[in-house]
């Protein structure tokens, strides 16, 4: 393995789609980086899936042609038993991507080094006295990071911020009917829900979501046999099936720290219906890039960066938790079993148009990193000062002179019409005002007037 300096600009602890990727992008940017894995499996399910919709994230990463090394176009059939009892499959506009995790991560990996990155294999990482130690197959070393990321996912426990009920995955492993071979199916069924992976050849996987309060209270073993005989898919008619990984699945983000970027875990439980944890770790990759490159320019700004990725991840997770609460709402034949009760949305309440509404007492105006492009760039923005979170836009709309218009109280209504007096708003759709402020609303950041 090549010498390492003591001094390096960056040091990625995690090896995994997001740190590997994270590793890869600096790398091509000429960055200093070293990639960290402790070399232990992965706690996921045999195979993952890619849309086909994440394509243009992969040509702006230039990833495509190398994706394709890593992963084969998915030959599955894919299907869902939810809301009825009739398998329905689905039909999409373009092929996505069947991957092996391991192995995949690792081609990651090798990816990041080819292009420069010092990548340690099968290492344990230490933080000591300013510095990490890592150890390995090959010695230790003494590293000082100039900027340190801790991209180990679900590892960082006390970090994390759940969101919804707590959900256990249980992956299984066993043979599949040879009629389902050549298949995926999401179904549901009344304890929780089946990811059913069926490939064409060798043994098929299961992974099943239990809530985790009910296994607690009668037992894995009891919900998962329940859940296998339930269902009307390929995951019933499975045989000499066997428990392969058991992990915490609950939706969640890693909490901010003013010193390191925490990568990756945002909306980390399985979606029910889509396919979006690998695309979601790249995105954290690039997203983290950025703020890396900046930072490199900019020390001053590190612990913002830090904070305002915190802040990325947070919002993607709770547009995920969005998605996923509409998806088990339309499951309507277990409403009364306890794991889909605790998880049916809950309603926002009836706006009224007329209620007068004006800014949060606890905002003030604050610098607001903004991307652009590969970088970070200060802009004139808002700050929470309960929460830390800072914005400058929402979507293309400012957010400092659209509040400025609920300086005093007015309804939602009266609010967007005056903001078409402020001179940044006045060019805008009035839909895309409207559609800002009722963020604003429900973020906190406007609240009833007293």
Sequence with gaps: MAPVPVDVEVLV????????????????????????????????????????SARPLLERLDLGSRFDALAVRDPLRHGAVWGSDELVWRQDAAPGWL????????????????????????????????????????????LRPRTVVMATGRTGRRERREL????????????VD??????AVVEAVADG???????????????????????????????????????????GRMSSVRLATATDATAGWLAPCPDRLRLGDAAASIDPLASQGV??????????????????????????????????????????????????????????????????????PPLDPQQPLQAAGELGPAMVLVRQGDRFVAQDGIEHRGTGDRLAQIGFVPVAPLLRTFAVPRS????VAAAGSEARLFVLPPRAVWQAAQRLLRMGWLVPAR
């Design 13 to 52: 602890v995690g090896g995994g789609i997001a740190g590997a990727g994270l590793a890869l992008l600096l790398a091509r940017r000429g960055i200093q980086v070293v990639l960290a894995d402790h070399g232990r499996l992965h706690r996921s399910g045999p195979h993952e899936t890619l849309l086909g």
């Design 99 to 142: 991957l092996a995790r391991g192995a995949f991560d690792a081609g990651l990996r090798t990816m990041a080094a080819a292009a420069g990155a010092v990548v340690c294999e099968r290492t344990v990482v230490h933080e000591h006295d300013g510095g990490f130690w890592l150890r390995g197959p090959d010695g230790q070393r003494w």
């Design 164 to 175: 919804g009920p707590r959900t256990f995955a249980f992956t299984l492993v066993g043979e």
């Design 178 to 183: 040879a009629a389902d071979r050549g298949t």
């Design 193 to 235: 829900w089946i990811w059913t992976h069926a490939l064409a050849q060798g043994p098929g996987s299961a992974a099943v979501m239990l809530d985790a309060a009910a296994c607690h209270q009668h037992g894995r073993s009891v919900l998962l046999a329940r859940a296998l005989r339930s269902a009307h898919g390929p995951a």
């Design 279 to 348: 695309e979601k770790a790249l995105a954290a990759a690039d997203h983290a890039a950025a703020a890396i490159a900046t930072a490199l320019l900019q020390p001053s700004w590190w612990p913002q960066l830090c904070a305002q990725h915190a802040q990325w991840e947070r919002e993607l997770a709770m547009a995920h938790g969005a998605v996923a609460a509409d998806w088990y709402g339309r499951e309507s034949r277990f409403a009364g079993a306890p794991f889909w009760r605790a998880r049916q949305p809950v309603p926002a």
């Design 412 to 415: 939602l209504a009266a609010g």
